[in-house]
């Protein structure tokens, strides 16, 4: 075998593109890592389609991704990695079923009609010829997040099957044992089996719910990995990456969607604020605090460039309406001018499509900003009343803050108690506790200091 | 095709206090069920109304009792099982079987395999 593959002439025309510029060794390991990052989705999906099957079809895109790292240090990386991992993982999943006829007789992820010939070897790529390979990905997406599987289930599988995540890493992104981890994906991954989770692209009719469920995973994924605290495990920060991918993903894959332009432009606009979400010492920072220079303006003009295409076309859905709430508040040159009043009118067509006591209790935070205090403590009051945010730790939180405008301080730092006793986050209590400490600490005219 | 159990769990209280007409109601919406079965491309294999849990006798190991499996506030009522393509379909079925004092549960049945 030549050292030097970039001099080697292999008789390809050039049609087919250069091979092999990359130096072997360190260059080709890097991009198997990059190949795994960016096609492990598109790699899976495909070779599923074949397999009929999904743990065949992990274990044959496993075995690619091995493979390539020892022929792409010989031969150069690939014109088109993704297709020659497909291939290779596909060819893999086809020689095990025809090696092993009683993988077939296993109740199958459902494929589509028409599984390979048996006995008829795959064509190679002709030289220069791309692949004329199905992009399965949404239908891999889809399946990962059907509503038959619970929640965890699902973001799960997600990062199992779309991210390629080891069941290891998935453990340590959610903080739990990896037993308990690896239990669940193979729970899950039996349900479909099962239960017989159609392995496809919802139908239209169903299709609003099946992404909004698609879209809340991404969203669960990105304020997992966003509300990790600085110096938690790379994983759980890496999380964030991950799901501005999956966003990216979809909506290269769903251009048409609005609420999936709107997730898109949610994430963008609020990831445009991480540099300042804590100072240096790991404290965190209001929005009211945050340094506004600091925030990622490309990510704030790409994000708010989304939004008019998010909202159109009648009764917008839930995440288009967020992600124009994020973009007034990425827009306006500090907390003071933000436009509170549409903040609120945004909220109330989000209450509209999103029923849901939290997006009342951020409506009334905005509402105080925009008239007053009082007004928004009466309609936290509500919520109260209410019992279903019981367990909320920002309900109190909220009060806190409202009554500590004011001035009544000792019926805020009741309420930051109460907020205090229902979160274990170091950062939140930290913040939590000394705002108590401000509020006891202020001297009143008139009142005896506590 | 596969098969699947649909289980039909209602609150009895919801029977046991309803005017006469919502019992005529109820069987036009189940003989409706049983044709839009059809009509969703799915096949209606066998279904049945249960008679009250009070009529019920539960064995376990030796000992014979007068009841339910488990005390629930929504009890097992009635099931049908039908043949549907996959886990989407048996599911657009099942979301329409009266249960008007309740819902339902969508069961695969197992399937042995030969050898």
């Known amino acids: ?450 | 095709m596969a098969e699947y159990l649909i289980l039909i769990y209602e609150d009895e209280n919801g029977y046991a206090t309803a005017s006469p007409n919502v019992f005529q109601e109820v069987m036009d919406a189940h003989n409706r069920f049983a044709q839009q079965v059809g009509e969703k491309g799915g096949k209606l294999v066998a279904g049945n109304a249960l008679q009250p849990t009070s009529t019920a006798t539960t064995i376990r190991g030796d000992v014979v009792t007068d009841g339910p499996f488990t005390e629930t506030k929504e009890a097992l009522g009635g099931y049908y099982l039908i043949e549907a393509r996959d886990l989407d379909h048996a599911l657009d079925i099942a979301k329409l079987t009266p249960a008007r004092f309740g819902g339902v549960e969508v069961r695969p049945i197992m399937v042995f395999q030969e050898g």
């Open chain 1, 1 to 450: 075998m030549d050292a030097n593959p970039a001099a080697r002439d292999d008789g390809r025309p050039r049609a087919g593109g250069h091979r092999g510029r990359a130096q072997p060794g360190t260059g080709s390991a890097a991009a198997v890592a990059d190949a795994h990052r960016r096609e492990w989705a598109f790699v899976l999906a495909a070779t599923a389609r074949v397999a009929g099957d999904i743990d065949l079809a992990e274990e044959c895109v496993q075995d690619a991704y091995v493979a390539a790292l020892d022929a792409w240090s010989r031969q150069g990386v690939p014109r088109n990695p993704g297709a020659w991992l497909t291939t290779a993982a596909r060819r893999r999943a086809i020689d095990a079923l025809r090696r092993d006829k009683t993988l077939r007789g296993k109740l199958p992820l459902l494929i589509e009609p028409a599984p390979p010939v048996a006995g008829s070897a795959p064509p190679a790529p002709a030289p220069g010829e791309d692949d004329v390979i199905p992009d399965d990905r949404l239908r891999l997406v889809f399946t990962c997040c059907h509503p038959a599987l619970a929640r965890e289930a699902q973001v799960a599988l997600t990062l199992r099957l779309v991210c390629g995540l080891t069941t290891t890493e998935i453990a340590q992104a959610f903080l739990v044992p990896e037993p308990t981890m690896a239990a669940r994906v193979t729970r899950a991954k039996k349900k479909i089996s099962a239960a017989r989770i159609a392995y496809r692209v919802p139908g239209l009719a169903e299709l609003p719910d099946r992404l909004d469920a698609v879209l809340t995973v991404v969203h669960l994924l990105y304020t997992t990995g966003h509300t990790a605290p600085a110096g938690e495990n790379v994983v759980r920060a890496d999380l964030v990456e991950r799901a501005l991918d999956l966003a990216r993903m979809l909506q290269s894959l769903m251009p048409d969607e609005r609420e999936v332009r709107g997730l898109l432009a949610l994430l963008l606009l609020t990831d445009a604020r991480r540099a300042t979400r804590a100072d240096a010492s790991g404290r965190l920072l209001l929005l009211a605090e945050q340094d506004r220079s600091r925030w990622n303006r490309d990510m704030i003009a790409e994000g708010t460039a989304l939004v008019p295409g998010a909202l159109r076309g009648g009764c917008p859905g839930r995440f288009g309406v967020q992600a124009a709430i994020a973009a007034l508040h990425a827009e306006a040159p500090s907390y003071a001018e933000t436009d509170w009043r549409q903040i609120v009118k945004l909220y109330d067509v989000l209450l509209e499509v999103w029923p849901s006591p939290v997006v009342a209790l951020n409506r009334a935070v905005a509402l105080a900003l925009a008239e007053g205090p009082e007004t928004g403590l009466a309609q936290i009051q509500e919520l109260e009343d209410d019992g279903r945010l019981a367990d909320y730790r920002y309900l109190p939180a909220a009060k806190a803050d409202l009554l500590r405008r004011l001035g009544r301080d000792e019926d805020a730092v009741q309420a930051y108690r109460a907020a205090l006793a229902l979160t274990e986050n170091d950062a939140e209590r930290e913040f939590l506790g000394r705002r108590i400490a401000e509020a006891r600490g202020q001297p009143k005219p008139g009142h005896a200091s506590g």
